[in-house]
C-alpha cells in the first residue's frame, strides 16, 4: 500500500530534517548570543556610573550639613549611620536605603581626601582590580 500525504505526514519528520533545523538554531545562537551578552555587560557600567553619581549627590548633601565630607575611615557607612563624632548638625540619613555594592557586588571604594578631587569615588569594575579595560576597567568620578 502506498504512502500518502496525509499518512506521510502523520510519521513526523527525518532526521535529516531535524539535524538541518538544530543546525540553523545552533548557528542563530552562535551569533546573536554573544551580542546580547555584550549590552548586558554595557549595563553594568552604565549602572555603575549611575550609582557613583547618586553617591556624590549624597556625599555634597553630607559635606552641606557638616561642613566636611566624611573621613576614609567612616567610609560611605556615614551617609546611612551617624559618625561617632558626629555634632548635631548631621541630618541623615541621606541614602534611602544602605549603601549599595557595585553591580559586580564588590563595595565601592571611598578615599578623603582624594588624589583627584576632595574625594574618591570608584569600583574597580567587573574584574575588581584596579586598571583593566573594556568592562574590567575602573569607574571613577573624576
Known amino acids: 500500500m502506498p504512502l500518502t500525504h496525509s499518512s506521510r505526514l502523520a510519521r513526523g519528520f527525518t532526521l535529516l530534517e531535524l539535524l538541518v533545523v538544530m543546525t540553523i538554531i545552533g548557528l542563530l545562537a552562535g ?8 549590552h ?20 555634597d548633601q553630607f559635606r552641606l550639613d557638616m561642613g566636611r565630607y566624611p573621613e576614609t ?7 546611612t549611620e551617624r559618625p561617632a563624632d558626629a555634632t548635631a ?23 578623603q581626601p582624594g588624589e583627584h578631587g576632595e574625594f574618591d569615588l570608584f569600583s574597580f569594575g567587573k574584574d575588581g582590580q584596579p586598571g583593566g ?9 573624576w
Open 31 to 38: 551569533y546573536v548570543g554573544p551580542k546580547f551578552f555584550a
Open 73 to 79: 575611615e567612616e567610609g560611605l557607612q556615614a551617609l
Open 133 to 141: 579595560s573594556g568592562e574590567a576597567s575602573d569607574i571613577v568620578n
Open 89 to 111: 548638625r548631621w541630618s541623615g540619613p541621606y541614602l534611602k536605603k544602605a549603601v549599595p555594592d557595585d553591580p559586580w557586588g564588590k563595595p565601592y571604594q571611598y578615599v
Open 40 to 59: 548586558i555587560g554595557k549595563s553594568e557600567v552604565k549602572a555603575a556610573r549611575a550609582q557613583i553619581d547618586g553617591l556624590e549627590k549624597a556625599l
